[in-house]
DNA sequence: CTAAAAATACCTCGTACGAGGTATTTTTTT
DNA sequence: AAAAAAATACCTCGTACGAGGTATTTTTAG
C-alpha cells in the first residue's frame, strides 16, 4: 500500500515543520507539500492531488473555513481533516456542516494524531476536542489574578457572550450583584485591550 | 560541548510534540522534558535545571507571563525563550518588561529557530516576529466577506479597540460615516459571538 | 469566636455601540 | 454616458456596560 499523500496548510511554520516532522515518522504517510499561505493552498491541492489535507482553522488572508469550502470542490478523493486550537463545540458546528472528515484539537499528541490520520484513511470520520488527561481545572488561572470563585462563574458566561441579565438569571443572583461581580473582575484583570481579554477567557473552561 | 538542555512548555502537545522533534534534528539541542500543562512548568523546571525553556504564550490555567516570572525566581542560568502566536507589538511590549531572551513568533521556519536558539544560547537576544516573506495583504479576506477596502481600514482600527470617534478622527471622517461603516461591517460579517469576531480580526494585517 | 474575605444588593452617570432609518456624493464599472 | 458600487453624512432609539459610589449578609480562616 502506497502512503497516504498529504499536504499541510499553517501559516504557522513551525507548526507545520513540526508537523511534517510528526508525519514523516510514520511510514504511511509522505507530505507532498507545505503550505504557509493559505491563499497558495487551492492551488497546491489542484496540482499535487492528495489523498489527505490537514488545514489550520486559524489562519491569516483566508480561513481554514474557506479553504476546505475551495479544496471540496476540487475532484479527487482528497481526505480533509482541520486542526484547530480550539476545542470549542461552536467551532465543530461550522466543520460539521462542511462535512470534513476529522476534527482535531492541538492539544492531542502526535502518536494519536497518527492513530486519528489512520482512521479517516480507512473511511471514518474522526472528532478528538480535547485531551481527557487534563483535569479541567482554572484554580491555576484563578489564583493568579486573584479571582474568587464566584467571579469564575461569571466570567465563563462572560465568555459565553451572556449579558449581564442574563447571567443573573442562570445563576439567580440580582442584575446589581452581577454588576458588581464584573467591575470586581475588571479591576483585578490587567488587560489594557478587549483582544487580551478574550485570549484570556479562552484559558477558562 | 555538551547540547543544550531544553525544557518545552506548551499545552498543545502536538505542536510540542512537533517542536520536540524539530529540536531533535540537531544535535546540540535535547529535550529533557515537555511539559503539557503550565502548572506543572514551575516543578519541571526546578528538578531539571534546564539550560533553556522554550513557553508558549497562550495556555491556559497558568498563561507564559506568569510562567516565565515564577521561573524567573529559579536559580540557575536558564534561558527563556516565547514562542507566541501573535506578532504584536503590545505582546512584545509585555515579554520585553519580563526581560526574556527571545520572543519568536510561530510563523518561523524550523531551520529558523534553531539558528535563533543558537544565538540566545551564544548570549543574544532575539525577537523575530514575523516571516517577511509573507506579503501582508487582506485580499482574501476581504473578498470572502464582501467586505471594501474602506471597511478593512475601519475594521483595522476596530483592532486596535479605538472608538467610533477615534476612528473618525484618525480618517478625517464625520463620526456617523464610521458609524455607517461599522453597520455595514457588522452585516456582512457572520459571527455570532464577540470571540469569533476577535478571532477574524487578528487575521487582518 | 472573631476578623477578614467573599458574596450579595442597590443606585447613578457617562460612554459606546448596534440597528433602524434616509440621503447625497464620489468612484468604479460597463 | 449611464448604471452600479462605494463612500460619505445625518438622525434616533434602545441596550449594555464600566466606573463611581454604599451597604448588608454570608462564608472562610485564623
Do not use: W
Not at 125 to 141: F, G, K, M, Q
Amino acid at each position: 500500500m502506497p502512503p497516504t499523500r498529504t499536504i499541510l496548510i499553517d501559516d504557522h511554520r513551525l507548526f507545520n515543520d513540526g508537523l511534517s516532522l510528526v508525519l514523516r515518522e510514520s511510514p504511511d504517510f509522505t507530505v507532498v507539500e507545505q503550505v504557509y499561505d493559505s491563499r497558495l493552498a487551492l492551488e497546491a491541492c489542484s496540482r499535487q492531488v492528495p489523498d489527505l489535507i490537514l488545514v489550520d482553522f486559524n489562519m491569516p488572508y483566508m480561513d481554514g473555513l474557506t479553504v476546505v469550502e475551495q479544496v471540496k470542490q476540487l475532484p479527487g478523493p482528497t481526505k480533509i481533516v482541520v486542526i484547530s486550537m480550539y476545542a470549542e463545540k461552536r467551532e465543530i458546528a461550522r466543520f460539521d456542516e462542511l462535512m470534513v472528515d476529522g476534527y482535531i484539537a492541538k492539544t492531542v499528541a502526535a502518536d494519536r494524531l497518527l492513530t486519528l490520520l489512520r482512521q479517516v484513511m480507512a473511511g471514518e470520520r474522526v472528532v478528538e476536542t480535547d485531551n481527557p488527561s487534563l483535569p479541567h481545572i482554572d484554580d491555576a488561572v484563578r489564583v493568579s489574578y486573584g479571582l474568587t470563585k464566584r467571579e469564575i462563574e461569571i466570567l465563563k458566561r462572560v465568555k459565553q457572550d451572556m449579558t449581564t441579565e442574563q447571567i443573573a438569571d442562570e445563576l439567580c443572583l440580582s442584575y446589581f450583584t452581577v454588576q458588581t461581580h464584573r467591575k470586581n473582575i475588571s479591576q483585578k484583570l490587567p488587560f489594557t485591550t478587549k483582544k487580551e481579554f478574550y485570549d484570556f477567557l479562552e484559558s477558562l473552561t
